[in-house]
T-cell receptor
Framework: AQSVTQLGSHVSVSEGALVLLRCNYS??????LFWYVQYPNQGLQLLLK??????LVKGINGFEAEFKKSETSFHLTKPSAHMSDAAEYFC????????????FGSGTQLTVLP | EPEVTQTPSHQVTQMGQEVILRCVPI?????FYWYRQILGQKVEFLVS????????KSEIFDDQFSVERPDGSNFTLKIRSTKLEDSAMYFC????????????FGDGTRLSIL
């Protein structure tokens, strides 16, 4: 069984400050890892994915995440927050079976303060 | 960019009634999924579908639920006799038949059971 833990259901940062959203996973097999973003009244948009190539993954909108197997972590970062980054962020894990359903974390609501 | 589309965006139904949620996956995708998100909770996997049959389903996906791909483009989720606790946002997703491709999500259908 797989699970995802996102530390901090709410994170607030000032505009221009570093964004760090934490994600730890549990998986008995090498996982695929994903970050999705959800803007109000919208679906889930893929930010980035880790599928066993480079451990530092760059995504859209200036976000990146680093896969650290020893820490079972996949934290999301952005050097400088923008007001438009305010949204809910979900970390997700899947195994490598053919179906590959996603197991999601509980989400982190990011607020960007002016 | 191709999108997953879901209709309707909001469905209000009386308890005990049948409801059908509709999705049009991205055209060259072969794996299809339904997830739900109860208000304030995490996104949960319901079912995956491949080659015209269910490949995986969660314990949530009981006999009240069914999925169908009635033609070459639509993918539907039917709830036979809705309960109050079925009120949630339902997301459809699809994925290419390649080893490391992510799932793409629609904007969701908000189902409200009265």
């Amino acid at each position: 069984a797989q699970s995802v833990t996102q530390l901090g259901s709410h994170v607030s940062v000032s505009e221009g400050a570093l964004v760090l959203l934490r994600c730890n996973y549990s998986s008995s097999v090498p996982p695929y890892l994903f970050w999705y973003v959800q803007y109000p009244n919208q679906g889930l948009q893929l930010l980035l994915k880790y599928t066993s190539a480079a451990t530092l993954v760059k995504g859209i909108n200036g976000f990146e995440a680093e896969f650290k197997k020893s820490e079972t972590s996949f934290h999301l970062t952005k050097p400088s927050a923008h007001m438009s980054d305010a949204a809910e962020y979900f970390c997700a894990v899947s195994d490598r079976s053919s179906a590959r359903q996603l197991t999601f974390g509980s989400g982190t609501q990011l607020t960007v303060l002016p | 960019e191709p999108e997953v589309t879901q209709t309707p965006s909001h469905q209000v139904t009386q308890m005990g009634q049948e409801v059908i949620l509709r999705c049009v996956p991205i055209s060259n995708h072969l794996y299809f999924y339904w997830y739900r998100q109860i208000l304030g909770q995490k996104v949960e996997f319901l079912v995956s579908f491949y080659n015209n049959e269910i490949s995986e389903k969660s314990e949530i996906f009981d006999d009240q639920f069914s999925v169908e791909r009635p033609d070459g483009s639509n993918f539907t989720l039917k709830i036979r006799s809705t309960k109050l606790e079925d009120s949630a946002m339902y997301f459809c997703a699809s994925r290419e038949d390649s080893s490391n491709q992510p799932q793409h999500f629609g904007d969701g259908t908000r189902l409200s059971i009265l």
